[in-house]
């Protein structure tokens, strides 16, 4: 198993409409294209800022991951909402991942 960790810095004022669109549109989406995820956050306590979301998906290969992703992005109901929920102005600043593989003392395989 490959997991993914994703780290959205969204802009100032716009988690909730970032956090709304993922709730809303976004988790829909990815079921259509097969992808899973195992969780997502927001920051409690720690030196990240309060507009920051962290999620992890799982794959069962980089092959897959490809597959998937791209097939995602380049979804029309994706781009539509995309757009829409960005028409006033974007709703992320940056974003950062990592693909990780679990160790052999891990709990999570």
Not at 24 to 45: P, Y
Not at 73 to 88: G, M
Request: hydrophobic share 40%; glycine share 4%.
């Amino acid at each position: 198993m490959i997991y993914e960790l994703r780290i959205y810095h969204a802009m100032p004022g716009r988690l909730p409409a970032l956090l709304a669109r993922f709730q809303n549109h976004t988790l829909q989406i990815w079921e259509k294209h097969g992808i899973c995820q195992a969780g997502f956050w927001t920051t409690l306590i720690g030196k990240s800022e309060s507009n920051q979301l962290t999620y992890l998906l799982t794959w069962n290969s980089l092959a897959e991951r490809e597959e998937r992703w791209n097939a995602f992005l380049a979804d029309p109901e994706w781009i539509a909402i995309k757009t829409e929920t960005e028409k006033d102005s974007p709703l992320v600043q940056n974003i950062s991942n990592e693909l990780l593989a679990p160790t052999a003392f891990s709990s999570v395989k």
